[in-house]
C-alpha cells in the first residue's frame, strides 16, 4: 500500500526555519519522483519543488528558489525539504506527492500525503 506522511510543519516567526520530511512507504524512491506543493487559504495549490529518486536531481519554482532546499535519503525512504528566511506568505499546507515524471504540475502526481500546517508570523 502505498503512503506518503509529512511531518515538520508548524508555527515559526518570519525569518525563521523548518524542515519537512515526507516518509514513503509502499515503494522504492529509486524509481520515483517526489514533489513538494503548498496551498494556502484561498488559492490554488502550487508546486514548490521536486527531486528525482534516482539521480537526486531537483527543480524549484521561483518562490522559494535560494530559500528551500530539496533532498533525500533513500535509506529511510525518506523526502526532506529545508525551509529558511520563512515569509508570512509562505503559510500554506505543504503536501508531499509521487510522481514518475520530472515536473511540479499536480496532475502528474498519483499518490499523496495529507499534508502539513505551516504557519510563518510576522
Known amino acids: 500500500q502505498v503512503q506518503l506522511v509529512e511531518s515538520g510543519g508548524g508555527l515559526v516567526q518570519s525569518g525563521g526555519s523548518l524542515r519537512l520530511s515526507c516518509a514513503a512507504s509502499?515503494?522504492?524512491?529509486?524509481?520515483?519522483?517526489i514533489g513538494w506543493f503548498r496551498q494556502a487559504p484561498g488559492k490554488e495549490r502550487e508546486g514548490v519543488s521536486c527531486?528525482?529518486?534516482?539521480?537526486?536531481?531537483?527543480y524549484y519554482a521561483d518562490s522559494p528558489k535560494g530559500r528551500f532546499t530539496i533532498s533525500r535519503d533513500n535509506a529511510k525512504n525518506t523526502v526532506y525539504l529545508q525551509m529558511n528566511s520563512l515569509k508570512p506568505e509562505d503559510t500554506a499546507v505543504y503536501y508531499c506527492?509521487?510522481?514518475?515524471?520530472?515536473?511540479?504540475?499536480?496532475?502528474?502526481?498519483?499518490?499523496w500525503g495529507q499534508g502539513t500546517q505551516v504557519t510563518v508570523s510576522s
Open positions: 506527492a509521487r510522481s514518475q515524471i520530472m515536473t511540479i504540475a499536480s496532475y502528474n502526481y498519483d499518490y
Open positions: 527531486i528525482s529518486g534516482s539521480d537526486g536531481s531537483t
Open positions: 509502499g515503494f522504492t524512491l529509486d524509481y520515483y519522483v
